[in-house]
């Protein structure tokens, strides 16, 4: 056999590698330079594949790392600062008040006199909602504020733990927080007659209290109280259960992941209590809160149980009447909420007038123009003329009665 066909034969006549030899030399030039140009696209087109799935791989690994970033850092980091803020922002004036067990309430108390004013916040809000009234009041007696339990500084039972009362009521239910209360005035040896004060749950908590209490209660003031038989209206259960429900647990789920926070420090959302006359720690409180998922925690709970709480407050009204010596007042304003619908607000007042005329025909309907029930924090005047007025009146009688 020639040479040169040996050679054509040979392993490397068609190696990629080797680009001169007889084999090549024999093919006409255009053609040798095709093949090798061909070569060349095919090693750069594997080297391009390579080199796409490493991209794609380190794009991955790169998305993944930022997603547990994002999972992982802010709830930690939140954690951490609400250990810190927890302590910084406790309010110097108040005080944590052992009730047994263990368990602690915030309470705070200004003024000094008889009788001593309670007051109780409003659906899943703290004690900080009460901040102008308790200035302007508190200079005429004692005006108390506290957290119900899960709230604002109050901790939350942990479930190894109990009073048995909640066994009885369920937890974040009237009757459990009225139990807690009672616990709450005993231990802190706030001596009775009270002025008792609540909006929304917190009077339903003020009714309850009144009936079961009452011999320590010279007044009961109700500001824009939930009629019981709302929950007895579609319209209403859609609106508290479908729409203001989710909100709030919405608003949970993002304390918890850290997100409120954020959001927070971007200004895409501010705290209920805001403007000029307040302090700096009033509002990182708010802040505080805000970033809080036990704090929201306990918000939702007290809004899903709500119909077992007007439950309850229907059932001790009917069997255990109201002392005679006892005044009852309810404000309202023009509407309950500006922003529920036209029909929902007339619904509400109207419930209200009806649970008014049967459960306490001789209270006092004081109706605040302009107000709606926020007028706590922004209309707190009217509240604390009112106020004013009945602590004068009860301060004028004499001690024997």
């Given at each position: 056999?020639?040479?040169?066909?040996?050679?054509d034969?040979s392993p490397?006549?068609?190696s990629?590698g080797k680009?001169?030899?007889?084999?090549?030399?024999?093919?006409?030039?255009?053609?040798?330079?095709?093949?090798?140009?061909g070569i060349?696209?095919q090693?750069?087109?594997?080297?391009?594949?390579?080199?796409?799935?490493?991209s794609?791989?380190?794009?991955?690994?790169?998305?993944?790392k930022c997603?547990?970033?994002?999972?992982?850092?802010p709830?930690?980091?939140?954690y951490?600062?609400l250990?810190r803020?927890g302590?910084?922002?406790l309010?110097?004036?108040?005080?944590?008040?052992?009730?047994?067990l263990?368990?602690?309430?915030?309470?705070?108390?200004k003024?000094?006199?008889?009788?001593?004013?309670?007051?109780?916040?409003?659906?899943?809000?703290?004690?900080?909602?009460?901040?102008?009234?308790?200035?302007?009041?508190?200079?005429l007696?004692?005006?108390?504020?506290?957290?119900?339990m899960?709230?604002g500084?109050?901790?939350?039972?942990?479930?190894?733990?109990?009073?048995g009362?909640e066994?009885?009521w369920?937890?974040s239910t009237t009757?459990?927080?009225?139990?807690?209360?009672?616990r709450?005035?005993?231990?802190?040896?706030?001596?009775p007659?009270?002025?008792l004060?609540?909006?929304?749950?917190?009077?339903?908590?003020?009714?309850f209290?009144s009936?079961?209490h009452?011999?320590?209660?010279?007044?009961?003031?109700?500001?824009?109280?939930?009629?019981?038989?709302i929950?007895?209206?579609d319209?209403?259960?859609?609106?508290?259960y479908g729409?203001?429900?989710?909100?709030?647990?919405a608003r949970?789920?993002s304390?918890?992941?850290?997100?409120s926070?954020?959001?927070?420090?971007?200004?895409?959302?501010?705290?209920?209590?805001?403007?000029?006359n307040?302090?700096?720690?009033?509002?990182q409180?708010q802040?505080?809160?805000?970033?809080?998922?036990?704090h929201?925690?306990?918000?939702v709970?007290?809004?899903?149980?709500m119909?077992?709480s007007?439950?309850?407050?229907?059932?001790?009204t009917?069997?255990?009447?109201?002392?005679?010596k006892?005044?009852?007042?309810?404000?309202?304003?023009?509407?309950?909420?500006?922003?529920?619908?036209?029909?929902?607000n007339?619904?509400v007042?109207?419930?209200?007038?009806?649970?008014?005329?049967?459960?306490?025909?001789?209270?006092?309907?004081?109706?605040?123009?302009?107000?709606?029930r926020r007028m706590?924090y922004?209309?707190?005047s009217?509240i604390?003329?009112?106020?004013?007025?009945?602590v004068s009146?009860?301060q004028?009688r004499?001690?024997?009665?």
């Amino acid at each position: 056999m020639p040479v040169d066909a040996k050679q054509d034969m040979s392993p490397h006549s068609s190696s990629e590698g080797k680009m001169s030899g007889p084999g090549w030399r024999r093919m006409p030039p255009d053609m040798a330079k095709n093949a090798q140009h061909g070569i060349k696209e095919q090693r750069a087109h594997r080297q391009a594949e390579a080199t796409g799935r490493v991209s794609y791989s380190s794009v991955l690994i790169n998305f993944g790392k930022c997603l547990l970033l994002i999972v992982i850092v802010p709830p930690f980091l939140n954690y951490a600062s609400l250990q810190r803020e927890g302590q910084m922002l406790l309010p110097k004036d108040g005080q944590m008040v052992d009730v047994g067990l263990g368990q602690k309430m915030h309470l705070l108390c200004k003024g000094r006199g008889k009788p001593a004013v309670i007051l109780d916040a409003p659906t899943g809000m703290s004690s900080d909602i009460w901040l102008h009234v308790q200035e302007t009041v508190s200079s005429l007696t004692k005006v108390c504020t506290y957290d119900r339990m899960g709230l604002g500084f109050s901790k939350r039972l942990m479930q190894n733990e109990t009073t048995g009362t909640e066994k009885v009521w369920g937890a974040s239910t009237t009757g459990q927080m009225v139990d807690d209360l009672h616990r709450l005035l005993q231990a802190a040896e706030i001596a009775p007659p009270f002025i008792l004060v609540g909006s929304e749950l917190g009077a339903l908590n003020s009714r309850f209290y009144s009936h079961i209490h009452d011999v320590q209660v010279s007044d009961l003031v109700m500001i824009d109280p939930i009629p019981e038989d709302i929950f007895e209206e579609d319209q209403w259960k859609e609106y508290w259960y479908g729409k203001l429900l989710p909100s709030l647990q919405a608003r949970q789920f993002s304390a918890a992941t850290g997100l409120s926070r954020i959001l927070i420090i971007l200004g895409a959302i501010e705290p209920t209590l805001k403007g000029e006359n307040l302090s700096e720690e009033v509002i990182q409180r708010q802040k505080y809160l805000l970033s809080n998922p036990a704090h929201q925690s306990s918000a939702v709970d007290e809004h899903y149980f709500m119909n077992e709480s007007v439950a309850q407050v229907r059932d001790i009204t009917r069997f255990k009447p109201l002392s005679t010596k006892m005044s009852v007042s309810m404000l309202t304003g023009d509407c309950f909420d500006e922003q529920m619908s036209e029909h929902l607000n007339r619904m509400v007042a109207e419930h209200q007038k009806r649970f008014l005329k049967e459960s306490y025909p001789s209270a006092n309907h004081v109706q605040m123009k302009g107000a709606d029930r926020r007028m706590i924090y922004n209309n707190p005047s009217v509240i604390s003329q009112h106020l004013w007025k009945l602590v004068s009146q009860r301060q004028a009688r004499p001690q024997s009665e």
